[in-house]
């Protein structure tokens, strides 16, 4: 409403979201009555639960085909690597934490 009693704006069609605005209505204001539409729409939606909803999770893809025929194991021999580099990481960090430990203890 408007401050001398008119009507700045009106819902049309409250399924479709169709609003009308009277041409004096500032810009800001139909932003903010939008903005207002839009979170109560949204907040409504959040609240829905899924078993009324109707909602249905979207079937898993699937690839058909491999997506580069030929390059399955391109990344093989980095992944050994980095298995490796981990393995040896371990036993470097115990053996520096077993010094500390021992070091503390004197």
Same mark, same amino acid.
């Given at each position: 409403m408007?401050? %001398?009693?008119?009507?700045?704006a009106r819902i049309r069609d409250p399924e479709n979201g169709v609003t009308e +605005? %009277?041409? #004096?209505?500032?810009?800001?204001? #139909?932003?903010?009555?939008? @903005?207002c539409l839009i979170a109560e729409a949204a907040n409504a939606r959040l609240h829905?639960? +899924?078993? @009324?909803?109707?909602?249905?999770?979207?079937?898993?893809? @699937?690839?058909?085909t491999e997506p580069?025929?030929? +390059?399955g194991d391109v990344h093989s021999s980095y992944m050994n690597h980095q298995q490796e580099f981990i393995e040896w990481f371990k036993?470097?960090? &115990?053996?520096? &934490? #077993?010094?500390?430990?021992a070091s503390a203890d004197m």
């Open positions: 408007a401050p %001398d009693g008119g009507v700045w +605005f %009277d041409p #004096r209505c500032p810009q800001w204001m #139909r932003a903010l009555i939008m @903005t829905m639960s +899924f078993v @009324t909803s109707g909602y249905a999770p979207p079937e898993p893809l @699937t690839p058909a580069y025929p030929g +390059f036993k470097e960090a &115990n053996k520096i &934490n #077993r010094g500390i430990a």
